[in-house]
């Protein structure tokens, strides 16, 4: 059955035959343009649960000539996710979504068990963007048997936020590199708000010859500036007022340094007052570091990324901002 729908998708793809087959659907419909009839699908969106299934579909897509582009989630999806997505739909012939939550990449004492999910919410919103494929696996699909297999990128994943939750890039570098293999996808949509598991898995698709492209997007944020994040739904009114500190404290970053500071634990040291200000429950980390190393920056020379993690109550939120200083210009 997916892979009649799969047809009725590609009208590039559709040859005389296919387009036979198409007629009987209430899911598709054609147009005659320059004397050829093309097929166009509405309102329908394969859900595939298994590997397999989805690796057969993934491999018929790929030999009828389709660009895959796969957005990795774990679902309660909102506009961040919503604009990869479009990204997606802009630079790729087939999108699939996957929506899986990750347990290795929880640690013990983290929100594994009560992270938000509404799989029907996520469903709506994919069909709305017209996504072709819902990737949603079990936990037993992705992880039939205790692996014996670890990934490790050195270096990049125990910094920042690796340093506080001990293992977490181990388990998204995991996941990431199983669902590359099971989607096969030609480009991989990543946002730039988990900055620092866009820098792991593009050098881990490097070191590991993965035959993808990674697009980062930008972050999207609030109109109020407070990026947007599924655990936002953790933050009170109150907590949620006090958490666009740590957008605004970016903002000063880049202007501080606009105002000609160089001397990254100055600034820092300047955010950290604003954030302090606004009784977060904890502060994780705020830092200036190298965008591609992520090592720590001590003079701005060149472009830099600040990043905070800070926790307002039940919500650890990160949120980062590139500054592409160019010391030559100053
Ligand atoms: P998650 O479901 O939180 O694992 O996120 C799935 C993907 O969406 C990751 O590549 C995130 O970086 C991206 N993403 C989450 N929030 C945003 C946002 N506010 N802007 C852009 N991308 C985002």
Known sequence: MFLLSAIFRYPKKTTQEETSISRGSKDAFFLVVDNKTQVYSIASMDIIETVREMQEYANRLRSD???IGLVPTMGYLHEGHLSLVRRAKKETDVVLVSIFVNPVQFGPGEDLSTYPRDLESDEHLLKKEEVDILFNPSTIQMYPEPGLTNIYVHRISTTLCGNIRS???????????KLL??????????????FQQQVVIRRMARDLNFDVEIITCPIVRDEDGLALSSRNMYLSKDERRRALVLNESLEEAEHLIKKG?????????????????????????????????????RTIEGPVLFAVAVRF??????????????????
């Open 261 to 297: 500071e160089h001397r990254a634990d100055t600034i820092c040291d300047r955010m950290r007052v604003m954030i302090e200000k606004r009784s977060p429950d904890r502060i994780d980390y705020i830092s200036a570091v190298n965008p591609e190393t992520l090592e720590p920056v």
């Open 313 to 330: 109550g039940k919500a650890r939120l990160i949120d980062n901002r590139l500054v592409e200083f160019n010391a030559d210009e100053d």
């Open 65 to 67: 000539g389709n660009v």
């Open 181 to 194: 293999n099971i989607t096969k996808p030609h480009k991989a949509f990543f946002g730039a708000k988990d």
């Open 167 to 177: 293992g977490h890039f181990d388990g998204v570098a995991l996941v990431v590199a």
